[in-house]
Every structure is written in C-alpha cells, then in structure tokens.
DNA sequence: TGCTCTCCGATTGTCGACAATCTTGGCGAA
DNA sequence: TTCGCCAAGATTGTCGACAATCGGAGAGCA
C-alpha cells in the first residue's frame, strides 16, 4: 500500500499495550541511537522514575531487551548495554549475509508484481533524498533498512522476517546509527540495491541472492576500514 | 574436554541465578519436551504457586521465553504455548538450512584437529547408542543436536552460535521431540553427518556446506512427510 | 605507606496487595 | 428461541515495601 512509513514495522511503534512494552520500546530506541552508550549501566529505579512506572514493569523491559541482545544482564549485578566490538559487528555481517541471502532468493520467486514495483518507487526516493544534499542521514539510513525489511518480507518466511526485520536484530540499526554518520557510500549502495531489484524482476533468485550477499559484504568492508581509523584516531588521542 | 554432557550447553542446566531464570529454564523445558502442550494457556498465579514463587519473577520468565519465541503473549489476554504448524517448521528448516551451512562452511577452516577429532568421536558413540536398540531415542534426539551445535561452536561466529544454540533456536528442540519418537532415518543420517566430518577434515568448506544443507533438506522432507502422514489419520479419525 | 577486613550504602531480587481489563454465565427483551 | 446486555468472577497489569546481595569507603594492622 503506502511506501512511506514502513520502517514504523521495525519497532511497532504505537505500543498501546502494556507500560512494559512502551519501556522496551523506549530503551530499545535509546539504544539504537545511541542515547545510551554502549557498556553504560542501567539503573532499574532511576529508570523507573524517569519513565513514570514501577520497577516491575521496567524489569520485564530489560528482560525482553536481553532476548533482543542489546543489553547483558548479569544476576546481581545489574544490566548493560551491550558492546558492540568489531569481532561482534563482523559475525552480525556475516549472519547478515547469509539471512539476507537468502530472503533475496527467496522474494524473487515470492514476491508480487506489485511488491516490487512498490520497491522501485522506495529506491526512487530514495535516490530524491540523495540528490537534496543527503537529506537528513537519518531517514537515508532507515530508507536503506526499509529496502532490506521488504525484501525480508518478500521472502514469505516468518521467521527470517523475524530475525532479520522486528525484533531480534536491533543490533543492525544500533550499528548503523554509530557508523551511518559518515554517510560515504550511499551512491554505490543505490546501485546495488537497483540492481538487485531488477534481479527480483526477473525472477532470477540465484542472482539476486549473490548480488545481496555482495552487498553486503562490501558494506561491512566498507564499515570495517571505518572502524580501522576510528581506532587509529583513538590510539593517537590517547 | 569432555564429549559427553555436551548438551548442557544447549540449556544452561544449573541456573543457580534468580528465580526468574529457574521458572525459564523449566518452562522451557516443560515447553520443549511437549510436557506443555502446544497452544495451552500458561496462568500466572498457578504456574508461579507450582515453582514456589511469586508472580514477578515468574512473569520475566514469561517475557524470556517469548523473546525465544516459545511462547506468544496478548496483552490482557494472557500468555499461550507457541504452535509449530507446517508453515512455521517449513520456515524453520529453510532458515536452519541456510545458517547451519554456513557455520560448516567456517569451521572447516576455524574448528581445531582436536575438535574434528572429538566430533568422530560424538559419532561413534552415537552409532554405539543406535546399535543397542536405539538406547532411549531421546540421548540420541540429543546427541543429534550435539553434533550440530558442535559444529555451530566451531564457526567461531558468537552470533551464529547463539542463534542455533543456545537460546534462540529452541523451537527446534520442540521440533525434535515432537517428531524424533518415530526414530526413523537415523542411519542415513549418521551416513551423512560422517561425511561432513570427512569433508571437515579435508578442510573443504563448500563441500562441507553442501551436506550440511542437503543433509538438512532431507531431514525436512522427512519430517514433512510424517506430518503429512499424521494429518491423515488426524483427518480419519475426525 | 600499603594491604586487608569490615561495615554501610546502594542496587537488585522478591513478595503480597490493589487496580484495570477481559471472559463468562445468566437474565431480559424482541 | 435467540440475541444482546449486564454483572460477577477470574486473570492480567501495576505498585510499593521488604529482603538479599554486591560494591566501595574507611578504619585498623603489618
């Protein structure tokens, strides 16, 4: 239906529901963002207060966090966020490669007409967005996960759509809020993600999963030489 | 070290932590081995009067484990036994199919001539339990996810062992126990789980990746066709 | 001066009770 | 008779207080 707004999916938004989901809700999105650094300790009850509820609630939000991944729970001695290092980072690209993989070779047979003439028309604003000075690198990086999303979901398995799109891989979007900043790449990754779509409009899955997976491994190239400098600078600040 | 008692891994036994990990390590288990049936309805306050505690610790329990995706939970509307039908193991296998291939793929080249060793060793003494009457079919159901998560381990991909061990892919453990009774087709699969040790040893990954996932394959066709079977005389006897 | 041990504050783990919401059974009206 | 509405029971959601455990500051001793 509509193409804007899909990446509401990667973190149901509205969370009507309980106090417990609006604060795994809310910490997952403070995560992500960065809000929260990495290895920075959760205080149950400072939390509780800020968000306005008791410590029951906010328990179960770090325990659903915690089946997430983005925070380390240690009985006793309280709760994490978690660290991504770059051993980390790489074994998340490589899992990544193979989901995603496999979810493109999957959508090319599954995937309707429609579908993906819908994913056309992403690429085109996203391209829009490119071309007015980047727009805001935010909605740049989120249009590019709405792309994988909907791959993921073309791929008619539930549990790929799972892993890689609503709950179990925030760590992905962490990731990238910390390394999308530079905004490089973005050209070269729009052709990419074109011709990965016209693979999926020929119905040629084999091709489509090895130009995902080619995708993907030069975004993690590309992510890892930025990680190299990062610590180059850091060695000689320190 | 040791090759017996591997599968503890699989479900951190002890627990000696809180009692919210307790009351989700036997929930688990209760789940996995059908002592809870598929869809049933978990109350709060009798399970939490059953483990001798009270409510909280039990609900965070309950959040874990729909983190693992054992169970589903509405809001206000309670907490229910996850159901495994076709389509959700269908997808399960096809996931598995993709993620277990590539962890062959890595340990090739990651996992130790002492670890490959003590892999043949696992086999051994799984054929020695298939000789003697098949022993109880659940140590075997077990030594079969032994041998997987071994090799899981071996990729020396953190997130990879997580997602097929640990704690994520318990699902396939229910799987097992639902299926594994009619304890068909474990010759065949001691045949090929040699042959991917052989290919390990040759350090040949795409080969080894290429049994692991006709070997999973042929496990899926197997048990969808014991499921076909069981909707059959379910539509008989209806 | 440096090390260890102890005690205290802080934080997590747990419980019981109360409020909000849903389900179900019964009653009355069309 | 059947449909819909209402009330009572049951179940989930939430809170505040108490107990158990951990980390750290400071005193005491070598």
Redesign the pocket.
């Known amino acids: 239906m509509s193409t804007i707004g899909e990446h509401e999916m990667l973190l149901q938004v509205p969370e009507q ?4 989901d609006l604060a795994t809700h809310r910490l997952a999105h403070s995560i992500v963002t960065g809000e929260l650094a990495q290895g920075q ?6 939390l ?1 207060e800020r968000f ?6 906010l ?2 939000a770090l325990r659903h966090l915690e089946g997430m991944r983005l925070v380390t ?1 240690i ?5 994490r966020v978690v660290v991504l290092d770059r051993k980390t980072l790489a074994d998340i690209y490589g899992v990544r490669e193979a989901l995603e993989g496999m979810a493109c070779r999957l959508a090319a047979t599954q995937m309707s007409n429609e579908e993906i003439a819908n994913l056309k028309k992403l690429l085109d604003n996203h391209e829009e967005q490119i071309e007015k000075v980047g727009g805001k690198v935010y909605s740049q990086s989120e249009g590019d996960l709405d792309f994988h999303f909907q791959i993921a979901r073309g791929s008619r398995n539930q549990m790929l759509m799972d892993m890689l799109g609503s709950e179990q891989y925030q760590l992905l979007r962490m990731c990238r809020y910390r390394t999308s900043r530079k905004a490089t790449r973005t050209k070269p990754a729009l052709q990419q993600h074109r011709q990965i779509v016209a693979a999926l409009e020929q119905r040629d899955g084999e091709l489509a999963e090895l130009l995902m997976r080619r995708h993907i491994h030069g975004a993690w190239k590309s992510i890892s030489e930025m990680i190299d400098k990062e610590e180059e600078v850091g060695q000689a600040s320190a």
Chains 1, 2 share one sequence.
């Open positions: 529901g309980t106090l417990a300790k959760l205080n149950e009850a400072e509780a306005g509820m008791g410590r029951g609630p328990r179960e729970r009985p006793n001695a309280g709760t």
